[in-house]
Every structure is written in structure tokens, then in C-alpha cells.
């Protein structure tokens, strides 16, 4: 099971919740074990209603297309179908006339009425949510956007050995790709040698490669690959990661073509060790407004000028998620979390961009990608 459920039930008893509706498509992957693309769409909603009471058992929501697959894939035993996509299927199976339909009918069906739900206040479009409450008359909403960040943040051991396994196969993606930098081979040859690897690996699908090369696509954050071919002295930054299991990587390196300036090296050195020493302060019980300030310190003191609004975030089903690692984020750091430590510094033009991944565990921090290449220079 994804979810860490005695997690999700003690936050919902702090904050007096009975329930939580699960519209977000990844909240309802963490809540079901179902992973399926179809959930992002609009037009098909998929939802699950996680009970705080262990008598009341889960119930999920899919469109008919979605249904046998669902009962596949969850552990979630009771899945109900409404029609969209298809009206019938090859199982002698009744499914209900729309999504809220299904959703009155799950609540009904446990007598559970006058509840106090904790929903997703930051993505439910209005029309959505106004005919959802009309579809449960008496009970109370209250947003729980954040709370569900917290139950999130600490993965179970299922989410760590998913999350391990997408890093592993990154930094192999990785090694293709530096392994692919040389004088006329393009952003893109680049990125093919990179995603040919991670689905050679084992990754369902490439999650993003971002490809930035010379000083006039350098500094930029999420540039996409392009024909540009590389030229000796030239600066190359690199971000990417996989889905494996539906969980992300992520992590960055940048390379310069050849010989690199006495400048360009120390400002590499420096991320490069501020990436390693802010990862290993990761410790449980210390929050992550005293990791940032500790961090941006430390980096101060190394780099004059380093800038950065934020060290680094949680990772998951996302790529984003809690805990981030900023000045006014009092989040406590517990065994479970996974967390990118990410920075970067301007340097003639270019963004020196450089990412690790950690988990924190009883004992500390582990660092996932230290095996990963950290030279600045590629031979050419």
C-alpha cells in the first residue's frame, strides 16, 4: 500500500476530520494504488474517500473505461464505475448514471451522513465542488490542501523502494548522457542517449529532460532540447528525471566542454559541496526554516551573491512536494521524507545548476545520487 494510512488517520483526528475526498489525481493514486493516466482528465473524474474511522471501509470512483483495471490495480476492494466512455462492459456489471451518482451512493451506502470532509480546496474547480456538496447535503467542508501535503511527506517503505529505484535508473540516464556530450552532437542527441536509457531501465516513461547549452540558453531553468550543436568551451546543464511505479527523480548536473576556468571550477566546487553538506543536515527533528538558513550560509560563505529562495523539496508522485526547504516553512523533518537538495548560481550568463536526492532515516540522511558523475569538466 501507498498510503501511509495511521499517518493519514492521526492528522485527520488532529484537525477533527471524519473523511477525505480525494479528487487530485495524484492524491487518489497515493489513496488507491491505482496509477493510471486517465485520472488527470477533466472530463473523467476519479475520486477516493479515505475514512478515519477503520470500520468505514474506502471506497473509489472511476468512469466505466477505467473500472476493471481499478479493481486490477487497488487494494481498494469497493470500486464504483459511473458511465463515461463506455455505457457497458463484459462483466455483468450496473454502473451508475455520473460521477456523483457513484459518490452519494459510496456515502449512502456506510449511513455515513453529516460528516466533516477535508478536501482539496487548491484544485477543485468550483462548478466541480459546488455539485459535489449538492451531492451530499449535511455535511461540512473543510480545506485540507496542506494537511495532505504533511501525510504525503513521509513516504512508506513501498514509496522509498519505488523512489530508490527511479533514482537509480536516472543516474544511469545520467551517465548516457554525459557519456553523449561531445563537439557536434546536439541538445538533443543528448537527450535521446538519456531517455533511451531510463526506458531501457525500467522507467515507464521519461519525466522531463531539460537541456540548456552556451551562454544564450544556459541560464535558463527548464529549457527543452534543441538541435543547437556543441562547440568546445561550451557550458551544458542538464535536469531530468523518471516515473517509475508512477514515482519521480530529479536531479541536475552541469558540464562544461573541455577546459574549465579557474572561476568556472570554484563556482561548480562550491555547489557541488554546499549539494553534499546541506544533505547531510538533514537530520529528524530539525525544521526546514533551520536547514535553509543554515544552508544559505554555509553557501554564503562560499559564493558571495548566492541568491537562492529555496534549497530543495520533497519528491514523490510528484516532482514537488513537501517538505520545500525555505525560509517560512516550519515543517520538522521525520524518517521517511525524501528530499531533493537543489541550488544553483549565475555565472557569466549561465546558471551552474547542480541537484542531489536523500532519504532521511533514523539514523540520518542517505544520499541516493552521491555515486553520480561530479566532475564540471568533460573531456572533448
Known sequence: MLM???????????????????????????????????????????????FRDAALEPFLVVPSVDFRLAKH??????????????????????????????????????????????????????PFFDQVRAALPGCSWVPASEMIGRIRAV?????????????????????????????????????LAAQFTMLREGAEKVGFIYVGSNATRGFAHHPFPTDVPLKRGDFVKVDMGCVYRGYESDFVRSYILGRATDRQ??????????????????????????????????????????????????????????????????MVLEPGMVICIEHSFYLDGARYHFEDTFVIEESGPVCWTAALGRSLEVAV
Request: aromatic share 10%.
Open 265 to 330: 571550477q570554484e563556482v561548480y566546487r562550491a555547489l557541488d559541496e554546499g549539494s553534499l553538506a546541506i544533505g547531510m543536515y538533514l537530520k529528524p527533528g530539525r525544521s526546514c526554516i533551520d536547514v535553509y538558513n543554515w544552508g544559505f550560509t554555509f553557501m554564503n560563505e562560499r559564493l558571495p551573491g548566492y541568491a537562492r529562495e529555496f534549497l530543495g523539496h520533497g519528491i514523490g508522485l510528484g516532482p514537488h512536494e513537501e517538505p520545500r526547504l525555505h525560509e517560512g516553512n516550519p
Open 4 to 50: 501511509n494510512r495511521s499517518r493519514a488517520q492521526r492528522l485527520m483526528a488532529e484537525q477533527g476530520l471524519d473523511a477525505l475526498f480525494l479528487r487530485n489525481a495524484l492524491n487518489v493514486t497515493y489513496a488507491s494504488d491505482f496509477h493510471n493516466a486517465g485520472a488527470s482528465l477533466a472530463s473523467r473524474p476519479f475520486a477516493a474517500v479515505a
Open 155 to 191: 513516504k512508506t517503505p513501498e514509496e522509498i523502494a519505488n523512489l530508490k529505484r527511479a533514482a537509480e535508473i536516472t543516474v544511469k540516464a545520467h551517465d548516457s548522457f554525459r557519456q553523449a556530450i561531445a563537439v557536434g552532437a546536439t541538445e538533443r542527441d543528448l537527450a
Open 73 to 126: 490495480m487497488s487494494w481498494i476492494q469497493d470500486v464504483r464505475a459511473y458511465i463515461r466512455a463506455e455505457k457497458a462492459s463484459d462483466r455483468d456489471r450496473e454502473f451508475y448514471p455520473d460521477f456523483f451518482a457513484a459518490v452519494r451512493a459510496g456515502f449512502q451506502d456506510r449511513k455515513a451522513a453529516g460528516l466533516r470532509l477535508g478536501y482539496e480546496e487548491t484544485v477543485l474547480p468550483a
